[in-house]
C-alpha cells in the first residue's frame, strides 16, 4: 500500500484536492473555477489510467503534466494571473521529473531515483493544489471588497423634503 501511494502521488492528495477543487468552484473566481475543473480531471483521468495501465505510467503522467502546463500557460495569459503562472511553472517542473524518469527508465531505476521523483512529484503536486487555494482566497476577497465598496457607495434612500412650519407663514406650493 505504501509504495502505491509513492508511486502515484496523486492518491496522496486527492481527499485535500476534492476539499480545495470544492472551495475553488463554490468561492473562487473564473479562472480558480477553470484552473480547478482542469487539474481535477487531468489527475483523476492520469490516476484511472495508470490503474489499468502500470507499464505505461510514466508515459500518461508526462502526457497529462504537458497537457496541464500548457492548460495552465493558456489560463494565465488569459485571466493575466500570477499564480497560474506559478502553477504553470510548477507544473512544467512535473513534465520534468517525468522526462527524467522516463530518461532512467532505459537503464535500471535505482531507488534513490525513484525516490528524487516520487518527493519531486508530491511537491509539485501540492504547491499546484496550494497555488489553486490561492487563487480562489484572492477571488474571494476581491469579490467581498468590491461587494463592500458597492454597499458603502449606494447612496441611501434621499430624505424627505422637510415641510414649512405651519407657523412659519408659509404655504407649501398647489
Known amino acids: 500500500m505504501l509504495n502505491q501511494l509513492w508511486e502515484n502521488p496523486a492518491i496522496v492528495g486527492i ?3 476534492l476539499c480545495i477543487a470544492t472551495l475553488a468552484i463554490i468561492k473562487g473566481g ?3 473555477r477553470q484552473a480547478t475543473l482542469i487539474f481535477l480531471g487531468v489527475t483523476l483521468a492520469v490516476t484511472a489510467a495508470n490503474m489499468f495501465a502500470a507499464k505505461q505510467a510514466p508515459t ?3 502526457v497529462g503534466d ?3 502546463a500548457l492548460a495552465f500557460l493558456w489560463l494565465a495569459m488569459r485571466h493575466r494571473s500570477l499564480w497560474l503562472a506559478g502553477a504553470m511553472i510548477a507544473q512544467g ?3 520534468a521529473f517525468h522526462a527524467f524518469l522516463l530518461e532512467q527508465e532505459n537503464s535500471k531505476v535505482d531507488d534513490r531515483t525513484y525516490f528524487i521523483f516520487a518527493v519531486g512529484m508530491n ?3 501540492w504547491l499546484v493544489m496550494l497555488l489553486i487555494l490561492t ?3 484572492i477571488a474571494w476577497r476581491k469579490r467581498r471588497h468590491r461587494i463592500a465598496a458597492a454597499k458603502s457607495a449606494t447612496p441611501s ?5 422637510l415641510a414649512p412650519r405651519a407657523d412659519s407663514g408659509l404655504t407649501p406650493a398647489s
Do not use: R
Not at 157 to 161: D, L, M, R
Open 123 to 125: 511537491l509539485m503536486t
Open 30 to 32: 473564473p479562472a480558480a
Open 15 to 17: 481527499p485535500v484536492l
Open 157 to 161: 434612500a434621499a430624505p424627505e423634503p
Open 66 to 68: 504537458a497537457l496541464l
Open 93 to 95: 517542473t512535473a513534465f
Open 60 to 62: 500518461i503522467g508526462l
Open 135 to 137: 487563487g480562489t482566497i
